[in-house]
């Protein structure tokens, strides 16, 4: 909280809920006279408040606090398995899922195999059965689900709760809320996967108190969330850190959007398996000849053999850092972040990797942008999405 909260008016009762609560859940474990001395509440306003919250079930108290002279007092904290919510993430082969606490607490982690078809309406008919069977096993009543958070390797209008284009998963034009019928009571969020994931690093993770950074998430396509002045940036379109679709080759090959030479093109987990079944099959010597059937190459059998001293299969990995670090070089020149984290697959070669891409940066960005900018790979690795659309709803419930 940066200011003070004004006057003891009943019609503030529920914003100064919400920012005691977002107070509580910053301290950690809070004393109703900090409370008070922070936001210029009176001590009965910050009582009466604290008591509503106990009695809500969303805080405890957690024990005694550091006298500062006199009687030692009783510290408040957020009740750790009162509130509950659950966050999605989805590509082509798997559904995670999350369930977290009111703590931000990470209760269990599930992942399911993606429906063959992909089918969308098969696709939910999975995730529904599943937020159920989470529920039950859980004993968790609907009334304790802040909320529902899913995170989709696409564009997305957040909004409206639609998918506007995912071409990866082949789904153009859905409306997502119809699907969550089942569970009309409780508030559901949609969020682009790499945006998903700036929300979990700006909240637990490696950007926590940054204004300005940029993920960028590397798999079978290439995306980034961006945040700048503490809040995640939508543009007019509400769609933004399409990088992937940045024009890195304009001799390049066609992109799955229409346009040729785009990022994805070039530095995807996609284009790497292609680039290294082409190489095989031209007869190229290297261990990735040693996988028996060309057709099973994947981005794990590259990151292997590059590792085993594999020239080929380094290259194919330095090259596609090469096409990364021209990209971020000029996100770099444009939003000056603070941080770039790189997460999703590339978090399984950074170490093989990250140096020569950093070294193209600095090489390429102007040095008045570039000369404090850190380039991070993330450590909450693929998780980071699934996370962060479990954090969405938190996210709301404090009143961020
Ligand atoms: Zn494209």
Redesign the pocket.
């Known amino acids: 909280m940066t200011g003070k909260i004004v006057g003891n008016n009943r019609f503030l009762k529920e914003f100064n809920q919400t920012a005691i609560l977002d107070m509580i859940r910053v301290h950690k474990a809070i004393s109703r006279a900090e409370l008070s001395k922070l936001t210029g509440l009176s001590p009965t306003a910050i009582g009466s408040i604290v008591s509503e919250l106990l009695e809500m079930g969303y805080i405890s108290e957690s024990g005694i606090g550091e006298s500062k002279g006199g009687r030692r007092p009783v510290l408040i904290e957020l009740k750790p398995k009162s509130f509950y919510t659950i966050g999605i993430d989805m590509d082509v082969n798997y559904i995670n899922f999350v369930l977290m606490d009111i703590t931000s607490w990470i209760i269990e982690e599930r992942t399911l195999g993606m429906p063959k078809s992909l089918v969308f309406k098969n696709v939910m008919k999975v995730i529904r059965g599943e937020i159920k069977k989470i529920l039950k096993d859980y004993g968790i009543t609907t009334e304790r689900l802040l909320g529902i958070g899913m995170s989709v390797p696409g564009m997305v209008d957040s909004r409206d709760l639609k998918i506007i284009f995912a071409p990866n998963m082949g789904w153009e034009d859905i409306d997502v809320k119809d699907q969550f019928e089942d569970f009309s009571d409780i508030k559901v969020y949609v969020e682009n996967e790499a945006m998903a994931s700036a929300i979990s690093e700006n909240w637990i993770g490696t950007c926590q108190g940054i204004s300005n950074f940029v993920c960028v998430n590397i798999k079978s396509g290439i995306g980034s969330g961006i945040f700048i002045d503490g809040k995640p940036y939508r543009g007019t379109s509400g769609i933004t850190g399409e990088v992937?679709?940045m024009v890195v080759d304009s001799n390049g090959s066609k992109?799955?959007?229409?346009?040729y030479g785009?990022?994805?093109?070039i530095a995807s987990t996609t284009h790497m398996v292609d680039q290294a079944k082409r190489l095989v099959k031209s007869g190229i010597a290297s261990k990735l000849n040693d996988i028996s059937d060309v057709e099973d190459l994947s981005p794990k059998s590259i990151i292997d053999c590059a590792r085993e001293g594999d020239e080929v299969s380094r290259n194919i990995l330095l090259e596609s850092a090469r096409y990364l670090g021209l990209a971020i070089s000029s996100i770099v020149n444009i939003l000056s972040p603070q941080k770039v984290v790189l997460g999703k697959d590339f978090v399984h070669y950074s170490d093989i990797v990250l140096d020569h891409m950093k070294e193209i940066v600095m090489c390429k960005a102007l040095k008045q942008t570039s000369k404090d900018v850190e380039i991070t790979e993330s450590k909450l690795g693929e998780r980071a999405s699934v996370l962060g659309s479990a954090i969405i709803p938190l996210k709301v419930f404090f009143g961020k």
């Open positions: 992937g679709h992109c799955r959007c229409g346009n785009c990022l994805e093109t």
